[in-house]
Nanobody
C-alpha cells in the first residue's frame, strides 16, 4: 500500500507564488515518474508537469516558464514551485506517482486546493 500526501496549497493573489509538496510512503522500491495534475471546476483533470527519476521534466504549455517541478528521490517527494500565478491556475492540484513494487502501479494523492485571486 502506498500513500501520497500533498501539502502547501492555499490562497494567493495573481502574480504571487506558491509551492506545493507531495510525499509518498508505504511499500516503495522506487518511483519512476512523479507528476502534478490539476482539475478546475467543470473541467477535466490535466497534466501540469512531470519528472522522471533521472530528472527529465515535462510541462504543459500553459505553465511553461512559470512552474518548476522537482523531486527528492531519497524522500520519495515531489514539489511544484508556482510563480507568476494567474486566476486560471485555480484548481485542485493532485500528485501522481508510478511506483515500482512487485509491479508498477499508479497512485494519486487526495489533492490540495490552489486559489488565485484577481
Amino acid at each position: 500500500q502506498v500513500q501520497l500526501v500533498e501539502s502547501g496549497g492555499g490562497l494567493v493573489q495573481a502574480g504571487g507564488s506558491l509551492r506545493v509538496s507531495c510525499a509518498a510512503s508505504g511499500s516503495i522500491f522506487s518511483i519512476n515518474v512523479m507528476a502534478w495534475y490539476r482539475q478546475a471546476p467543470g473541467k477535466q483533470r490535466e497534466m501540469v508537469a512531470a519528472i522522471t527519476s533521472g530528472g527529465t521534466t515535462t510541462y504543459s504549455d500553459s505553465v511553461k516558464g512559470r512552474f518548476t517541478i522537482s523531486r527528492d528521490n531519497a524522500k520519495n517527494a515531489v514539489y511544484l514551485q508556482m510563480n507568476s500565478l494567474k486566476p486560471e491556475d485555480t484548481a485542485v492540484y493532485y500528485c501522481n506517482a508510478a511506483v515500482v513494487g512487485g509491479t508498477v502501479s499508479v497512485y494519486w494523492g487526495q489533492g490540495t486546493q490552489v486559489t488565485v485571486s484577481s
